[in-house]
Nanobody, 115 residues
Framework: QVQLVESGGGLVPSGGSLRLSCVAS????????MNWYRQAPGKDREWVAT????????NYADSVKGRFTVSRDSGRNAVYLQMNSLKPEDTAIYYC????????WGQGTQVTVSS
């Protein structure tokens, strides 16, 4: 059974850092494209970052490039999102997504950045 569980969200001041985790089960995350998305109140869900395949390709939305880093730990079957220099506009629920034969989503973790 495919499952994604995010954690690591919280309340931080502007300029602070957080590290989100997404632990996968039921498949090997290292073999698939894994994405981070976020959804702010009243806005559509938007793509944030991707880590893909055994070459560990990464890609970032322009709004987070240079501040966020996506990585994975194959041994823990987990994907991480290190978020530095956080801004109030980064406030959102952050979701982990796995692209298998269909898209699977975690339950999300709340990130709130105070100004």
């Amino acid at each position: 059974q495919v499952q994604l569980v995010e954690s690591g969200g919280g309340l931080v001041p502007s300029g602070g850092s957080l590290r989100l985790s997404c632990v996968a089960s039921g498949f090997s995350a290292a073999n698939y494209e894994m994405n981070w998305y976020r959804q702010a109140p009243g806005k559509d869900r938007e793509w944030v970052a991707t880590i893909a395949d055994i070459r560990i390709r990464t890609n970032y939305a322009d709004s987070v490039k240079g501040r966020f880093t996506v990585s994975r730990d194959s041994g823990r079957n987990a994907v991480y999102l290190q978020m530095n220099s956080l801004k109030p506009e980064d406030t959102a629920i952050y979701y982990c997504q796995a692209k298998l034969w269909r898209d699977f989503w975690g339950q999300g973790t709340q990130v709130t950045v105070s100004s």
